[in-house]
């Protein structure tokens, strides 16, 4: 059974940094399968911020994280990562892990972790 676990939310204050993990357990992916991050804000739907190839490739970013998300994985320890720059209010969500096996869906999901921005 294939198991996400997020960590690392919580609250900044506006123009600071914060980086949540997400763990995966219970399965081995392929090359093929990939990583990404989603986030949904209080009253929105969810939306996509960036992906990676779950083995070598080169990450993609949604244009609303303008350059202040990085997404990165470690392989060793079958993590993938969000490092956020330059937090703003606006990027109060519930931040969500998810991995698609076969690259094309993302089948499983993490639970969440908020991440709750101060002006």
């Known amino acids: 059974q294939v198991q996400l676990v997020e960590s690392g939310g919580g609250l900044v204050q506006a123009g600071g940094s914060l980086r949540v993990s997400c763990a995966a357990s219970?399965?081995?992916?392929?090359?093929?399968?990939?990583g990404g991050w989603y986030r949904q804000a209080p009253g929105k739907e969810r939306e996509f911020l960036a992906s990676?190839?779950?083995?070598?490739?080169?990450?993609y970013y949604d244009a609303s994280t303008k350059g202040r998300f990085t997404i990165s994985r470690d392989n060793a320890k079958n993590t993938l990562y969000l490092e956020m720059n330059n937090l703003q209010p606006e990027d109060t969500a519930v931040y969500y892990c998810?991995?698609?096996?076969?690259?094309?869906?993302?089948?499983?999901w993490g639970q969440g972790t908020r991440v709750t921005v101060s002006s």
């Open positions: 990676i190839p779950w083995i070598g490739g080169s990450p």
């Open positions: 998810a991995i698609a096996p076969s690259g094309t869906t993302f089948d499983y």
């Open positions: 219970g399965r081995t992916f392929s090359a093929y399968a990939m």
